[in-house]
T-cell receptor, first 114, second 112 residues
Framework: DTTVKQNPRYKLARVGKPVNLICSQTMNHDTMYWYQKKPNQAPKLLLF???????READTFEKFQSSRPNNSFCSLYIGSAGLEYSAMYLC?????????????FGHGTKLSVL | GNSVTQMQGQVTLSEEEFLFINCTYSTTGYPTLFWYVQYPGEGPQLLLKVTTANNKGSSRGFEATYDKGTTSFHLQKASVQESDSAVYYC???????????FGAGTKLTVKP
């Protein structure tokens, strides 16, 4: 099974409320990533876990949290959603630690903040 | 920093026409370069990958050559089909423990 699963497929949130997105993979991959995709923009890396080590991008450091309680599971947490968080959120995983490994993506979660 | 530029936001072709999607990159050293394809309703998936400068990657009729001199990795296909309609992303990876970086994507529409 080479799938990455993301739940839910669509998420509606209110401004100021928390949001938790979930991703899982059963390929025993070492690294899991979260990207944010807005229309007409490149997928933007938010953070990634190598094993239990979290790496967050400097410009989104305070906006997103994440946890990885086991190898298969990774969540993306927004403490207080704003309109600017409306986007598609893509989770991916890869074998190993080097960035030149192939990425396996989920279908994405489309977040709409109202 | 590391960046990827895809100037074409959209490309529209008829079946059997030649495809050319532009990609240039900026980084130091010798990155690994990828093309990913995203079909409607799905996540991106790997189309092809090239790890060595001046080598060519190919898959399903698509080709891309890693040109270190012009820092380019253009995607080509001799004859497109309607089923090739998708978004194509050029991606750069630095062969270290940093994450891959994406271009903005090029939406290809192939008319029957």
């Amino acid at each position: 099974d080479t799938t990455v699963k993301q739940n839910p497929r669509y998420k509606l949130a209110r401004v100021g409320k928390p949001v938790n997105l979930i991703c899982s993979q059963t390929m025993n991959h070492d690294t899991m990533y979260w990207y944010q995709k807005k229309p007409n923009q490149a997928p933007k890396l938010l953070l990634f876990y190598y094993d239990k080590i979290l790496n967050r991008e400097a410009d989104t450091f305070e906006k997103f949290q994440s946890s990885r309680p086991n190898n298969s599971f990774c969540s993306l947490y927004i403490g207080s959603a704003g309109l600017e968080y409306s986007a598609m959120y893509l989770c991916a995983s890869s074998r190993g630690t080097l960035s030149n490994e192939r990425l396996f993506f989920g279908h994405g979660t489309k977040l709409s903040v109202l | 920093g590391n960046s990827v530029t895809q100037m074409q936001g959209q490309v529209t072709l008829s079946e059997e026409e030649f495809l050319f999607i532009n990609c240039t990159y900026s980084t130091t050293g010798y990155p690994t370069l990828f093309w990913y394809v995203q079909y409607p309703g799905e996540g991106p998936q790997l189309l092809l990958k090239v790890t060595t400068a001046n080598n060519k990657g190919s898959s399903r009729g698509f080709e891309a050559t890693y040109d270190k001199g012009t820092t380019s990795f253009h995607l080509q296909k001799a004859s497109v089909q309607e089923s090739d309609s998708a978004v194509y992303y050029c991606v750069l990876a630095r062969n270290n423990n940093n994450a891959p970086r994406f271009g903005a994507g090029t939406k290809l529409t192939v008319k029957p």
